[in-house]
């Protein structure tokens, strides 16, 4: 009995080394175990390569409607009432084979000049010298608003020799389902910018001095 009792100890410390040293399956374990963390990696790396892709593409569209837009009478394959709407389907176009599904919203300024892009209107006398508008002091309006604009600049593409500021925002859901994995949006949001002078086709605007 109890020869019989050490033999079947033996068999079970014998058994138990035998599956301690068993790795059959084991790849299969750890495959299931970095799989999801693998794939999710490999998705966000793709969805980061599309998105510089889908920027890029977006960029040369607006570059290239861009130049067309500054002659003084541009010629586009495309339906619109206004000369914006032509340079959103433009746009659209020439960027609709990578960006399915996309909307595109267009914001077009000309300015004076390249120095006053994104900038506030002028100060010409700046009584007090503390470099910012004061009631009496004298600026350029361009917009011939008659009141100091922070924001300068006139909506649409101007006139000859006027500075063209253009920027497209690019929304369209994500090409991969990262956004089910990490916090981030299921859309792309792609912004392009470009200014551009137009040819002088027609003698430039002189905004007036507006002093009060």
């Known amino acids: 009995m109890i020869i019989s009792m050490k033999s079947a100890a033996s068999k079970g410390r ?3 080394r035998r599956l301690v040293a068993d790795r ?17 990696v490999m998705m966000g790396t793709y969805d ?30 495309c339906t619109g009432t206004t ?5 959103q389907c433009a746009v659209k176009k020439r960027s609709s084979v990578i960006a399915q599904d996309a909307t595109f919203d267009i914001v ?37 608003n008659g009141v100091f604009d922070v924001a300068a600049g006139r ?11 253009y920027e497209v925002t690019v929304t369209m859901p994500r090409v991969f389902p990262v956004a089910d994995f990490m916090p ?13 002078r137009n040819q002088p086709y027609t003698r430039q605007k002189i905004p007036p001095t507006v002093c009060k």
């Open 184 to 196: 981030i949006s299921k859309n792309y949001s792609i912004v392009a910018q470009t200014a551009l």
């Open 14 to 16: 014998h058994l138990w």
């Open 83 to 87: 000369l914006i709407d032509q340079i």
């Open 108 to 144: 077009v300024k000309n300015y004076f000049d390249f120095s006053t892009v994104g900038r506030s209107e002028k100060l010409v006398t700046d009584y007090n010298k503390n470099g910012a508008y004061d009631t009496g002091d004298c600026f350029v309006d361009l917009n011939e």
């Open 155 to 165: 909506l649409g593409v101007g006139g000859g020799d006027d500075v063209v500021f």
């Open 48 to 77: 980061i390569a599309y998105q510089f892709y889908l920027r890029s593409v977006v960029q040369g569209a607006l570059n290239d409607v861009a130049r067309t837009a500054s002659l003084e009478a541009p010629a586009f394959d």
């Open 24 to 40: 059959t399956g084991a790849a299969a374990v750890e495959f299931a175990m970095i799989i999801l963390p693998l794939t999710v």
